[in-house]
């Protein structure tokens, strides 16, 4: 399985970056993929996933401005990200599970390497 997390960048406060995660490997369509991120000196949080059924969760400060989606047809899920915050600047990372759906890492199986989200005027 691999995961291939891409569309970081540097934005400015209130600007808007859709993350995207290449998907491929899975040998079933039980999976779910969901969104972590890290901060300098900070613990990983999860603050989004998508199950295979197509459920959402997502982490209460991101509510309302993220919005995580899949594509199946490209083995693709996506974060758009909405009104950045400073806050919001992390490495972010995707990952996938066969066993579950929700915000918690110990979930998941696989891991793809991170991309960084600068959020500075």
């Known amino acids: 399985v691999q995961l291939q997390a891409s569309g970081g960048g540097l934005v400015k406060p209130g600007g808007s970056l859709r993350l995207s995660c290449a998907v491929s490997?899975?040998?079933?369509?039980?999976?779910?993929i969901a969104w972590f991120r890290q901060a300098p000196g900070k613990e990983r949080e999860g603050i989004s996933c998508?199950?295979?059924?197509?459920?959402?969760y997502y982490l209460d400060s991101v509510k309302g401005r993220f919005t995580v989606s899949r594509d199946n047809a490209k083995n693709t899920v996506y974060l758009q990200m909405n009104n950045l915050k400073p806050e919001d600047a992390a490495v972010y990372y995707c990952?996938?599970?066969?066993?579950?759906?929700?915000?918690?890492?110990?979930?998941?199986?696989?891991w793809g390497q991170g991309t960084e989200v600068t959020v500075s005027s």
């Open positions: 990952a996938g599970s066969t066993k579950a759906s929700g915000l918690l890492s110990f979930l998941y199986e696989y």
């Open positions: 998508i199950s295979n059924t197509d459920d959402t």
């Open positions: 490997g899975f040998t079933s369509d039980y999976y779910a």
